[in-house]
């Protein structure tokens, strides 16, 4: 065989697996932050609405009719964000809207029908039908935006 041959075959060997050790460490580093970005964390700047600001600062997020037997759902912003519609538990015909983002590290809370309050899974902080902290690591409130029920829709004040 031709020498130089051979040596245009180590170095083409050499160069390869050079390049794809060298892109390891990249392709984890991405994997591993966009797994724990969708799994745990909720997007932290402001929610933003994805339909029609009304004049009087409301969007309509739905109907009262999306509102589950758990009396309650999640909106989601065209930001990612998420807000968390929960109908009132001394009059059913209202509804209080929170931030979904838990305020100990950002992940998702959800409401809890047989607890009657908010739940956080990451660190099991809790938080009560108003908001309040109820249980830490949270130590502070949930956001909570204007709300109001107009006929069957559900409108909402992000500012
Ligand atoms: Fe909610 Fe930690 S992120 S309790």
């Not at 994805?50 to 912003?77: A, H, T």
């Not at 979904?100 to 899974?121: E, K, L, P, Y």
Request: with cysteine; proline share 4%.
């Amino acid at each position: 065989m031709n020498p130089l041959t051979m040596e245009r075959r180590a170095f083409m060997k050499w160069v390869g697996v050079n390049a794809i050790a060298a892109s390891l460490p990249v392709a984890l580093t991405a994997c591993v932050k966009s797994s724990a970005d969708v799994s745990e964390k909720a997007e932290t700047s402001k929610p933003q609405a994805s339909k029609p600001i009304r004049s009087d600062g409301f969007i309509d997020v739905g109907s009262m009719g999306n509102l589950s037997e758990s009396g309650s759902f999640r909106y989601q912003m065209a930001n990612g964000n998420s807000i968390l519609v929960v109908r009132q538990l001394e009059d059913t015909t209202k509804i209080q809207v929170f931030s979904s983002v838990c305020t100990h590290r950002g992940c998702n809370v959800g409401w809890q029908i047989n607890d009657q309050d908010i739940f956080c899974a990451c660190h099991g902080s809790r938080f009560s039908a108003s908001g309040e902290v109820t249980t830490g690591p949270a130590e502070s409130p949930l956001q909570t935006y204007a709300a109001k029920v107009e006929g069957d829709r559900i409108l909402v004040k992000l500012t």
